[in-house]
């Protein structure tokens, strides 16, 4: 057992991501929300997924009526000062910027409004609550849907509501939800029973998009250890995530 491990081949990570090609989840505007500190912090960040082989990046800073207040203006403003950064350190990728919207009290004024961050298809990012379920979950979905985006539900092996019946998943994907699986769930960086969602999703082939979540250097760190992980691997080659096509 002690040299079990020792001939076993480790996957390239950049070939792995070429397949990808786009990171979709992430929060490396500086100093908008809980991930990147400052635009060195963005810099350095944005370097380790390069270095990783994407070449594209759709970050979504998060979008909470009661602690992050963002708004497009103010999003849009800090991505344009992390490319004119990026820039000038000489650091090529493509990047743009959504926002993963918390489907809070405030978010129905939001669609009313019509002024949402999307990216590729119209797609638009929603996280809930990770303790409560949010009993107008469908309602909103419905409600985006008749205006043409296409709901993805950010990281829902994260959602502790969910992991006494898996059943709540069928529901969600029966009712049309697209979900995104964080790949860091497989590398043990949120919990046990985290793991065991994103391995049950990955199993009956409901993830849509995988992204990395990245807000910091231990999330970049982490990935080499999920990326290593047969049930990734396997899911990055299916054939059926989107990533590729945005």
């Not at 529901?171 to 919990?191: C, M, T, W």
Request: glycine share 6%; charged share 25%; aromatic share 10%.
């Amino acid at each position: 057992k002690i040299f079990s491990g020792l001939f076993t081949k480790k996957v390239d990570v950049q070939e792995l991501v070429s397949t990808l090609k786009a990171d979709m989840h992430s929060h490396l505007l500086p100093g908008i929300d809980d991930g990147s500190r400052d635009l060195q912090n963005s810099l350095e960040l944005v370097k380790g997924l390069v270095a990783k082989g994407y070449t594209k990046l759709v970050t979504t800073p998060h979008i909470m009526i009661e602690r992050y207040r963002n708004t497009p203006e103010i999003i849009q403003g800090k991505l344009a000062e992390l490319r004119q950064f990026l820039q000038e350190n000489g650091v090529s990728v493509q990047i743009e910027a959504a926002a993963e919207y918390m489907l809070d009290e405030g978010f129905p004024d939001k669609i009313k409004e019509g002024n949402l961050l999307t990216f590729g298809d119209k797609y638009i990012l929603i996280e809930t609550s990770f303790m409560v379920k949010p009993q107008n979950l469908t309602k909103v979905f419905f409600e985006l849907k008749t205006q043409r985006f296409k709901p993805i539900l950010a990281h829902p092996e994260r959602y502790c509501y969910m992991w006494d019946s898996f059943s709540g998943y069928d529901e969600l994907k029966d009712a049309g939800f697209l979900f995104q699986l964080n790949i860091n769930s497989l590398s043990g960086v949120y919990s046990e029973r985290a793991e065991k969602a994103a391995r049950y999703l990955i199993k009956n082939r409901m993830i849509d998009f995988v992204g990395t979540d990245t807000h910091n250097e231990k999330h970049l760190e982490r990935l080499e250890t999920a990326f290593q992980e047969k049930a990734i691997q396997n899911l990055i080659q299916s054939g059926d995530l989107l990533n590729f096509t945005l």
